[in-house]
């Protein structure tokens, strides 16, 4: 069974820099994307980053660019996403996600097409 637990959310003021992780176990996930999404409170659920596993790909959403920076570690099984510059507007609460996908293809397919999810964790940044 697949579990996915995140950590290294809180509370953070607009400019500073946070990462989370997720730590990723029940399956080898070869073939596999690794995604963050985040869903803030009356909002959709929205694509962060996503990397694939076994190949040097990632694909971020235009609105992170430049200030996240998603990465891997095989050997520990670790997701990471490095926020930096962040924003009041991107507080929300930060979803690990993973699925039989490319990079590219986890962040255009609809977030309810996502097979397996972290419980979140918060991240609040303020002005």
């Known amino acids: 069974q697949v579990q996915l637990v995140e950590s290294g959310g809180g509370l953070v003021q607009a400019g500073g820099s946070l990462r989370l992780s997720c730590a990723a176990s029940g399956r080898t996930f070869s073939n596999y994307a690794m995604g963050w999404f985040r869903q803030a409170p009356g909002k959709e659920r929205e694509f962060v980053a996503a990397?694939?596993?076994?190949?040097?790909?990632?694909y971020l959403a235009d609105s992170v660019k430049g200030r996240f920076t998603i990465s891997r570690d095989n050997a520990k099984n670790m997701v990471y996403l490095q926020m930096n510059s962040l924003k009041p507007e991107d507080t929300a609460v930060y979803y690990c996600a993973a699925d039989m996908a490319t990079a590219r293809s986890m962040g255009i397919m609809s977030h309810s097409g996502i097979h397996y999810w972290g419980q979140g964790t918060q991240v609040t940044v303020s002005s």
């Open positions: 990397i694939a596993w076994s190949v040097p790909s990632t």
